[in-house]
């Protein structure tokens, strides 16, 4: 039997490591790409620095730069906002 700390078993498909965490500015990110406007804002108040995330392995761009290219206004619009308020 796995360690409760260690895996967890999703629909008895998937094996998940749930001790690993994932970087914020990379969870910043995703929920970006994924267009999800209240993810985005609720790891940024979880997080008011993650907004200052240059990504070097893509041009230095930050996440007002990544849902300006996707065309997501409304995160960039929310993005602008926040990093004002920071």
């Keep these: 039997m796995l360690s409760p700390c260690k895996y967890h078993a999703l629909q008895g498909v998937f094996i998940v490591d749930t001790c690993k965490r994932i970087e914020v500015a990379t969870r910043l990110r995703r929920a970006i790409v ?3 406007l209240l993810l985005v804002k609720r790891i940024v108040r ?3 620095k993650s907004l200052q995330n240059p990504d070097f392995d893509d041009k230095s761009n930050t ?4 849902a300006a290219k996707n065309g997501f206004v409304e995160i960039a619009v929310c993005v602008t906002g926040l990093h004002s308020e920071t």
């Design 46 to 48: 979880n997080n008011p």
């Design 63 to 66: 996440s007002l730069h990544l």
């Design 34 to 36: 994924l267009n999800d």
